[in-house]
């Protein structure tokens, strides 16, 4: 891989996998501490073309002395970045021709595109509000609601309905567990009619909201 983008940030395991995902054709190291980063350099293998180094901050940390790494390659340093810029960074570094991409493998799943991405983004943001669509999400990324869809299908293999639906039974199901009154889930994942929430969750778990609460509630026996 050509380029190595250095975050300056502990990040979380979902947030690490989030980037991972977007910049999948990237090394990349995510550590606060220097020292960490300075041996994280030295254990790399292979020579790269561009080090990128990235804060969510107005300043990288203090005691990053960046000239002490005596790199060989070119250095960019983003500051204050946001999730938009990530995006931006990302198309910016394609078009240029610094993402070298692996020979194509017909079975493998295409590539997600970063437009894609960070409506991804935008889903699961918006993944409870009950005015969520197919339009709002298109919208999000300036593009058209065919336009979209189509995009949407060739990637995953089926409807953004369908992944809505599917996203908001999962977190349904983690609050029925925790004992959450069926009605109060139904408002909380984003529908505005129970009997629609039931028959919903029916279709994809097998059996009514209620039943599911009360059996996840009962706790098996000791002994």
């Known amino acids: 891989m050509d380029v190595l983008l250095i975050i300056s940030h502990q990040l979380k395991e979902d947030e690490f996998e989030r980037v991972q995902r977007l910049f999948s054709h990237m090394s990349i190291i995510a550590e606060s501490d220097f020292k960490a980063v300075e041996r994280s350099l030295h254990r790399q293998e292979k020579a790269h073309k561009l080090f990128v180094f990235l804060s969510f901050d107005e300043s990288l940390p203090e005691e990053w002395k960046i000239e002490e790494l005596q790199l060989q390659s070119p250095i960019m340093v983003l ?9 931006v ?3 910016f570094l394609d078009s240029v021709g610094l993402l070298s991409k692996p020979s194509a493998d017909v079975s493998a799943k295409p590539e997600i595109s970063p437009m894609l991405y960070q409506s991804l983004e935008y889903i699961e943001q918006n993944l409870c509000e009950n005015d969520l669509s197919l339009e709002k999400v ?3 990324i300036f593009v058209s609601r065919c336009h979209y869809s189509r995009m949407f299908k060739e990637y995953f293999g089926f409807g953004f309905k369908e992944y809505v639906m599917n996203k908001r039974i999962q ?5 029925l567990q925790k004992g959450v009154p069926v009605t109060d889930v139904c408002y909380a994942v984003g529908y505005g009619d129970l009997t629609h929430f039931g028959r919903v969750f029916k279709r994809l778990v097998g059996i009514n909201p209620s039943v599911y ?7 098996p026996s000791c002994g």
């Open 89 to 91: 960074f990302y198309s």
């Open 171 to 175: 977190k349904a199901k983690a609050m």
């Open 79 to 87: 500051l204050k970045v946001n999730k938009r810029d990530l995006f």
């Open 138 to 140: 298109a919208s999000s």
């Open 213 to 219: 609460r009360g059996q996840r509630r009962e706790a």
